[in-house]
């Protein structure tokens, strides 16, 4: 019995030095600047989305609110890692959108405006001059006034 023992440690130990660490995932080129990973609004309105997946082999762009309004646009793979996909010229609205990276749905991980929900799985991206855009309104309130009082 002791012998049998003795056999299975050894072969334990033994598949134990096959074992391997898994590779670190990819990491973007820092000498790039960081706009050429990160989705955007560009001047003429359209958006252009981006995300770096190196390794996938099928990512799309998922835009709509509601599953009935989803429409799904495959994104094409950049020599770096990077898939984008170009919209046509948006109306200013503020748009709902997620990836979708070999069947797995995923958040703009490059974006800091997620959907607030009890699920996080929706990015969020403005298309300025709608009523949502709030920007000239807080410019107007921390604009210094031209009138200075001294009470």
Known sequence: MKRHAM???????????????????????PTLPVSHFITQVNADKSITYRLFAPDARRVSVVTGATPDSFVSHDM????????????????PNLYEYYFDVDG?????????Y??????????????PGSILDDRRSRMAICAPSPITRRH
Do not use: H
């Not at 797995?104 to 800091?112: A, H, I, K, P, Y």
């Open 114 to 127: 997620q959907k607030p929900q009890r699920q996080v799985n929706t990015s969020l991206i403005l298309v």
């Open 76 to 91: 094409t793979k950049e020599a770096q890692g990077v898939w984008t996909w170009k919209s046509e010229p948006m109306k």
């Open 7 to 29: 056999y299975f440690a050894l072969a334990l130990a033994g598949a134990a030095f096959t074992l391997q660490a898994a590779p670190l995932p990819a990491m973007p080129d």
């Open 104 to 112: 797995f749905r995923s958040v703009d991980t490059g974006s800091r």
